[in-house]
């Protein structure tokens, strides 16, 4: 292994990063329909899926949670982000998809101390109101967003923060993974 065979994937993980960061330091955009949306491209059970930015607080590696004593569905343990502790939440199991198996990031939650594990990590991007299509599915209708060579259900986070608060689990929230928040796609 040498220093050079890394350079491509060290140019594209700071180019992530510096575009991240950027995202949290530009002002939040408010307004009407035609509001960009920027978003994460993440991986559930080798599925393509998205995650709002503006949703979240930050993204990091996963590390080894701490173990806690609970019995909620799908709390891994607890996590730590920039001093706090915050319960760990795999996403695959809130969604409805089983366990997973082999979590490499964790989102933070802007609306609610915690964090949610999740298997991969594709990218972050600033999408043009044509590239949301609203759907219909099984649990009613939601968002999905093309970006990243794939079609993605944007998953809605205020409905998974709110079963988790109401410990409400047993299956997913009605249009958990496929509506935005109460903001609305467009609004950001």
Do not use: K
Request: with cysteine; glycine share 12%.
């Amino acid at each position: 292994m040498t220093p050079d065979r890394f350079d491509p994937l060290e140019g594209q993980l700071d180019e992530w990063r510096a575009a991240f960061d950027r995202s949290f330091a530009e002002p939040r955009r408010q307004g009407d329909d035609d509001a960009v949306l920027d978003v994460l491209g993440i991986r559930i059970a080798g599925d393509p899926f998205a995650l709002n930015l503006a949703d979240l607080a930050g993204l990091q590696p996963a590390m080894p949670a701490a173990p806690y004593p609970a019995t909620a569905p799908g709390l891994l343990g607890l996590a730590g982000h920039q001093g706090q502790v915050l319960p760990l939440y795999d996403l695959r199991a809130l969604i409805g998809r089983g366990t997973a198996t082999a979590v490499r990031w964790w989102a933070i939650a802007r609306a609610a101390p915690l964090a949610l594990a999740f298997e991969g990590f594709d990218g972050q991007w600033r999408l043009a109101p044509g590239d949301r299509l609203h759907q219909s599915d099984a649990a009613g209708t939601g968002w999905a967003v093309r970006c990243g060579g794939a079609l993605r259900p944007l998953i809605e986070l205020e409905g998974l923060i709110a079963a988790i608060a109401g410990n409400q689990l047993g299956e997913p929230p009605s249009g958990s993974f496929t509506t935005t928040t109460s903001a609305g796609a467009a609004g950001r």
